[in-house]
């Protein structure tokens, strides 16, 4: 459904130093830098599939959702999507994607969401019935009944970003880009957007490309990650098997009576005090079940409880290792 084949991008950008001297020199003689933002980036996304889309700051995610949205044209490399190329096709591409740009508005400042929503109705040219029955859904999916009649300025950002997604989908799309699409929310908007998403991609199989630094907005609705930085794929694969390759172990905090546990091995101590330790598990040669039997039958333990690595921790651990 998605081919990326070597897609490489390079921007051109101009460099001054500060002060009216470099201003004036710089209206003679202007000096440029070439930011290389992708670097034969690859990847294939399946119909359906839901994929996290990671990387720092400049490693290259929103070039690439504007490349494969038709905004973009890359310099070299191959994008295919539903059998068209986006950039040179966009009147037709178009119709089969939604974008929602965390930080950017498809709305009308000033006039009320619905009357903004029957103008993006006109523009994609959506029939009649295709469009009450998508407005009727997303309306009640979203909880827009008490907000869609009013101006979009007026709106929190909450509000306006369960609206900018309704907008994304009233033309029905088979594919959906979101970047940052939980940005500046509160814990209720984000739970809702994130159900929402969940939704669509099982009832109408929507495939869905989510770029966010939000790592609770990944584990939340992603299998697989790629992840991308200084404008090359670094890694590809489920979320579950990186966390094994990376996560190094469990931790298991206790709380005990009388004498520490003595460790078998296998186990370490990470902290220690009185009737309380934190103690490191090493899967490779223990399971975290035969570790809490050992300490349990060699001391009162009075409370325990596991931990492993969280997905920021595991995100922090990959781009320490790929140095970016």
């Known amino acids: 459904m998605i081919e990326l084949a070597d897609i ?100 009308w400042w000033d006039v009320p969401v619905a009357d903004s929503f029957e103008m993006i109705r006109d523009i994609y040219e959506v029939e009649g019935d295709t469009y009450r029955r998508n407005l009727g859904e997303l309306t009640e999916l979203l909880n827009l009944e008490t907000i869609i009649r009013t101006p979009a300025r007026q709106l929190s950002l909450g509000q306006r970003m369960r609206c900018e997604i309704a907008a994304s989908l009233l033309h029905s799309p088979k594919i959906l880009f979101l970047d940052e699409p939980t940005i500046g929310l509160d814990s209720v908007s984000k739970i809702a957007v994130r159900d929402f998403i969940r939704n669509i991609n099982r009832e ?46 469990k931790t298991i905090t206790l709380e005990f009576r009388g004498q520490p546990p003595e460790l078998r091995p296998g186990l370490f101590w990470l902290e220690r005090q009185s009737e309380r330790a934190v103690i490191g ?3 490779g040669a223990l399971t975290v079940s035969a570790a809490i039997a050992h300490l349990s039958a060699h001391t009162e333990v009075t409370d325990l409880s596991v931990s492993g690595i969280s997905t920021d921790e595991l995100v922090v651990r990959l781009y320490q290792e790929y140095g970016i």
């Open 8 to 107: 490489s991008k390079t921007f051109k950008v101009a460099r001054r130093e500060a002060g009216l001297g470099a201003a004036v020199k710089a209206l003679f003689k202007k000096e440029y830098d070439y930011i290389r933002a992708l670097d034969k980036v690859s990847f294939s996304i399946r119909e359906g599939e839901m994929v996290g889309y990671i990387g720092p700051n400049g490693a290259g995610k929103s070039s690439t959702i504007k490349i494969m949205s038709g905004i973009l044209t890359p310099e070299s490399g191959e994008c295919v999507i539903n059998g068209r190329v986006p950039y040179r096709d966009r009147v037709d591409h178009v119709r089969e994607i939604g974008v929602v740009f965390g930080q950017r508005s498809q709305l």
């Open 281 to 283: 598990v090493d899967n």
């Open 204 to 249: 109408r199989n929507t495939t869905i490309i989510l770029t966010t630094h939000d790592m609770q907005d990944i584990e939340a609705l992603t299998e697989r990650i790629i992840l991308i930085g200084k404008g090359r794929i670094l890694l590809d694969g489920s979320l579950e098997q990186l966390k094994k390759n990376h996560a190094g172990g």
